[in-house]
C-alpha cells in the first residue's frame, strides 16, 4: 500500500515552458487536491475532485489545469510555468464520510526560472 | 466559511521543555479539527484529531490538544520535546458534512528544539 505517490521529486523549468505533474493513490479514495505551499503561507488549495469525474477550482486556480483521470489519478498540468509559480506541490487524497482526513503525498519542488 | 489562525509562525524551544503551539479557529457551523505535522522535506502526515466526544485528544508520540469551544481554539501542547518534534504543524478545520472533505488550514508553525 503505497498511499498517495507523486511523480517527478523535483523539476527545474524555463519560463513559458510546460509540465504535467503526475498524483496516484491506491486507497480507493474518493476525493483528491493539489495544494501549493509557499514560505509564510502555508497550504492554499488549487483545485480539487470531490469524485471521480468532477472538478473544481480552489483558491488559487489560475495558470493551472487538472485531469481526473481516473479514480486513483488527478494530475495537474501547468501550460506556460511561470517564476510566480516557484512551489512545492502536495497532492492529497481523502475518503469521503471517513472524518475528512485528507493523506498527502510527498510532494514536487518546481522552481521556474 | 471557516479560518484558522496559527498565532506563532516560529516556536524555539529548548530540548525537555515543554511546548504549546495555539491554533483558534472561526467558523459558524461546527468543525472537525486537525494538527498535522510536516519534518524537513517530507508531506504532511496526521498527528492528532478531534471529531467528537473528549475534547482532549493525544497523539502516539506524547502530542496532545484540546478543543475548548467557548474560545474557538485547538492548542497542541508537548510536556517534553526531543529533537526529532522540530517540523512545521499546521492546524486545520473541516466542517463534517462537506462536498470534497475540504480542509481549511492555519499558515503554519515552526517548531525549532534546540540542544
Known amino acids: 500500500n503505497a498511499g498517495v505517490t507523486q511523480t517527478p521529486k523535483f523539476q527545474v523549468l524555463k519560463t513559458g515552458q510546460s509540465m504535467t505533474l503526475q498524483c496516484a493513490q491506491d486507497m480507493n479514495h474518493n476525493s483528491m487536491y493539489w495544494y501549493r505551499q509557499d514560505p509564510g503561507m502555508g497550504l492554499r488549495l488549487i483545485y480539487y475532485s470531490a469524485s471521480e469525474g468532477t472538478t473544481d477550482k480552489g483558491e488559487v486556480p489560475n495558470g493551472y489545469n487538472v485531469s481526473r483521470l481516473n479514480k486513483r489519478e488527478f494530475s495537474l498540468r501547468l501550460e506556460s510555468a511561470a517564476p510566480s509559480q516557484t512551489s512545492v506541490y502536495f497532492c492529497?487524497?481523502?475518503?469521503?464520510?471517513?472524518?475528512?482526513?485528507?493523506?498527502f503525498g510527498p510532494g514536487t519542488r518546481l522552481t521556474v526560472l | 466559511a471557516q479560518s484558522v489562525t496559527q498565532l506563532d509562525s516560529q516556536v524555539p524551544v529548548f530540548e525537555e521543555a515543554p511546548v504549546e503551539l495555539r491554533c483558534n479557529y472561526s467558523?459558524?457551523?461546527?468543525?472537525?479539527l486537525f494538527w498535522y505535522v510536516q519534518y524537513p522535506n517530507q508531506g504532511l502526515q496526521l498527528l492528532l484529531k478531534y471529531l467528537s466526544g473528549s475534547t482532549l485528544v493525544e497523539s502516539i508520540n506524547g502530542f496532545e490538544a484540546e478543543f475548548n469551544k467557548s474560545q474557538t481554539s485547538f492548542h497542541l501542547r508537548k510536556p517534553s520535546v526531543h529533537i526529532s518534534d522540530t517540523a512545521e504543524y499546521f492546524c486545520?478545520?473541516?466542517?463534517?458534512?462537506?462536498?470534497?472533505?475540504?480542509?481549511?488550514f492555519g499558515g503554519g508553525t515552526r517548531l525549532m528544539v534546540k540542544p
Open positions: 467558523s459558524s457551523v461546527s468543525v472537525y
Open positions: 492529497a487524497s481523502s475518503l469521503f464520510g471517513a472524518s475528512n482526513e485528507q493523506f
Open positions: 486545520a478545520v473541516s466542517p463534517p458534512r462537506n462536498a470534497g472533505n475540504m480542509l481549511t
